[in-house]
C-alpha cells in the first residue's frame, strides 16, 4: 500500500477545464485561494491530531499516551503524523494538493480509513468538510474581486 493517499473529486476534469478557460486575473485569485484552502486543512488536520482524544490511557516505557477513540482524530503520539502533513501545488498551480504521510510515517492511510484490525480515525475527510465551506466562499469572493478589477 502507498504511504501517501489523496482524496478525489467527481467532477474534477470538467472543473480543470472551465479553469483553464479562466481569465488570467480571475485564475490568480482562484489559485492564491485554494492555496490558503490548502493551507487551512492543513492547519485544522494538525489540530484535530494535536488535541487530546478520550481513549483509553496507557503506558509505553516511561511515557504515558491517552489514545483516541474508533471515529476520533488519531491522538498525536510522537508527533510525525500532525508533521507529515503537507500542501503541494500541482499543475502550474491549478491544483492544491494536501497529503498525509510518507516516510516514516506509513500508517496515515490506515489511520484515516481504519484497517481490518482497527476502527478509523478520520482526520483529513474532516478537515476539509470542515474547511470546505470557507474556501468555496473565498474563492467566489477572489472570482468577484478579478471581475470587478
Known amino acids: 500500500m502507498a ?13 480543470m477545464r472551465k479553469f483553464d478557460a479562466m481569465p488570467a486575473a480571475i485564475r ?14 492543513q492547519n485544522t488536520a494538525k489540530r484535530k491530531i494535536l488535541s487530546p482524544g478520550s481513549g483509553r490511557t496507557y503506558k509505553r516505557r516511561t511515557v504515558s499516551h491517552r489514545a483516541s477513540a474508533p471515529g476520533q ?6 508527533g510525525r503524523l500532525a508533521s507529515s502533513i ?4 500541482l499543475g502550474g498551480g491549478d491544483v492544491v494538493c494536501v497529503s498525509a504521510g510518507g516516510g516514516i510515517v506509513n500508517y496515515a492511510v490506515h ?10 480515525r478520520p482526520f483529513m475527510r474532516p478537515s476539509l468538510n470542515e474547511r470546505l465551506p470557507k474556501i468555496r466562499e473565498n474563492v467566489s469572493a477572489a472570482i ?6
Do not use: C, H, N, W
Open 3 to 15: 504511504d501517501l493517499f489523496t482524496i478525489s473529486f467527481k467532477g474534477l476534469t470538467e472543473i
Open 144 to 149: 468577484r474581486k478579478a471581475m470587478k478589477g
Open 28 to 41: 490568480k485569485g482562484v489559485q492564491a485561494e485554494l492555496y490558503k484552502g490548502g493551507l487551512m486543512i
Open 111 to 120: 489511520l484515516e480509513y481504519g484497517t481490518e484490525r482497527m476502527e478509523e
Open 73 to 78: 482524530p488519531p491522538a498525536s503520539d510522537t
Open 86 to 89: 503537507a500542501v503541494a501545488i
